[in-house]
């Protein structure tokens, strides 16, 4: 079993492999371990680049959470990784914060929920100001290219009556808190949200029940990551279809 350290170097990675004197039958792919003070993400047994990988250090962790991780934002860890010939040091930004502990702790900060519905009103809001069609079973993922286009998309009364912030709607910001992103991406990750309306870095959450993806301006410029790893949203988008078996959906071609 591979494990991705949060907070050490195993050579020119966070890689290492789990001990052979833990009890692996309790450890999936997905979960979170931990070792002493030291958080490890458990990768599977297949890793991409694995001839990279030939000497690793083994670490002696125990479970801490059981799927932290989905299987399908697991997948798509890993396919980014092989893709962007990158490595999983320079892709888990993505997904995760720097402090593992802090966003375990701002789990226990949401509000009690059931499993969310879109409600018809809302969904009528959404739909009048974008002309969208919501998933009516799961979850729909808004993205836009960049804050002017998702902004000038609607009226600024409708921005500011909280209507995005209630009940299923979560819009995830670059001017968000830590603890504002951290409470989000559990609200999606237990389907506590149902619509997220956010730009092309804040694609990387983990999804409970994602069925449709609405891609707006897919030709704008600021849809190609200029950093490492150097992806292209449109490519990403592709992959998470074939992963959550969702619909896409092109606006503004």
């Known amino acids: 079993m591979y494990l991705y350290s949060f907070d050490r170097f195993f050579g020119f990675d966070k890689v290492c492999i789990l001990a052979e004197t833990t009890d692996k039958k309790k450890v999936k792919a997905g979960d979170l371990l931990i070792f002493g003070n030291q958080y490890f993400l458990a990768l599977g047994d297949k890793l991409a680049f694995a001839e990279q990988y030939q000497q690793l250090t083994p670490v002696k962790a125990e479970l801490v959470y059981k799927a932290f991780l989905s299987l399908p934002a697991l997948k798509l860890f890993h396919w980014m990784v092989e893709t962007y010939y990158t490595t999983y040091k320079s892709v888990v930004r993505l997904f995760f914060a720097d402090s593992i502990e802090k966003l375990l702790e701002r789990e226990g900060k949401l509000k009690q929920s059931v499993k969310s519905k879109v409600h018809k009103v809302e969904s009528r809001k959404i739909e009048s100001l974008w002309n969208f069609s919501l998933s009516q079973e799961g979850q729909t993922l808004i993205v836009f290219p960049d804050l002017r286009t998702m902004f000038n998309s609607g009226t600024m009364e409708w921005w500011n009556d909280g209507t995005i912030e209630n009940n299923n709607f979560v819009t995830l910001l670059s ?79």
């Open 175 to 253: 001017s968000n808190t830590q603890n504002q992103k951290d409470v989000h991406r559990w609200e999606i990750k237990k389907w506590i949200k149902s619509v997220i309306i956010c730009t092309y870095a804040e694609i990387f959450q983990d999804f409970h029940n994602l069925k449709k993806i609405i891609f707006v301006d897919p030709h704008k410029r600021y849809y190609a990551s200029q950093q490492d790893p150097r992806y292209k949203v449109g490519e990403v988008i592709d992959e998470m279809k074939k992963l959550y078996d969702a619909e896409v959906e092109i606006v503004g071609v």
